[in-house]
């Protein structure tokens, strides 16, 4: 009985399979490819960033472009220094990076149970999907007016809204890679006597993980631009109210930090979602 879920597993991902595979060969053979050298990723990922910082910087040494309009990178860097200094920047980060997490958590894990149910049900599909896809056309600007009248200028409406961006990516990728897993594999899993919720688990789930990895990739990507629209509006704190407020006062400064630091925090996040997709590919490969 123990071979049972080996048996049913076994057909995951053939992408996943075939990378892991060649890895693997590479390794056997003492062979590492350059692409696949931990440091030459490294390496190579931070050319574009250093280059156009060096544009930046050369831009506004030989004065091409106003101050006014594009401060220097260490006018920048000096105010992020100013405001860690009076303990304004890191209560910020803190506050948006939470909003974010706690966001993307409860639409991921609404946008996984209801997408399992449209993936795998006909009848919830024909009830259920044609009203979502309506609703998930919607801008996200659209949703605050309603949000702060029901939930007021707090943090739930920002969540609520932030749950709202993380939903649909997952929904949408969980619910048609359902509906395409191979047969066969449902079929040999309920040979080995599962059904309903152990034989989603067990056989139907593990086949679509990549796909709910790349909806979840998604779903993080798209919180960090609900949020941003959140906080422009209805925040007295986080980085959308800095960039609202340095608009206010005309510190493009502030304005250009504010987006240099959702770009880090984006680029994290999404490398630690990167990490799971690894650990799911070797996992189930």
Known sequence: MSAQPVAVRARPAAA????????????ARGRVPLTRRTW????????????????WQLVTSLGL??????????????????LLQRGLLGQYVAISTQRVLIGFAIGAV?????????????????????????????????????????????????????????FFPVYTTVSAALRHVDRQLVEAGRAFGYNGARLFTTV?????????????????????????????IASSMGLGFLLIDSQNNGRIDRIILAIVLLAVLGKVTDSLVGLFERWVNKRWS
């Open 204 to 232: 139907q789930l593990p086949a679509v993980l990549p796909s709910v990895v790349s909806g979840l990739r998604l779903a993080l990507a798209q919180s960090w631009l609900f949020l941003v629209a959140a906080e422009l």
């Open 65 to 82: 472009v106003s101050a006014s309009q594009l401060p220097s990178p260490s006018s920048v860097w000096l105010a992020g220094i100013d």
């Open 16 to 27: 996943a399979r075939t990378e892991a595979s060649a890895r693997r060969e590479d390794s």
């Open 110 to 166: 609404l946008g996984l149970v209801l997408g399992a149910f449209v993936g795998l049900s006909r009848l919830v599909d024909i009830l259920v999907a044609p009203t979502l896809g309506a609703i998930r056309a919607v801008p996200s600007l659209a949703w605050i007016p309603l949000l702060i009248l029901w939930l007021k200028i707090g943090e739930e409406s920002k969540i609520t809204l932030i749950a709202i961006g993380a």
């Open 40 to 55: 030459f990723v490294i390496v190579g990922g931070s050319l574009l960033p250093l280059l156009l910082l060096a544009v």
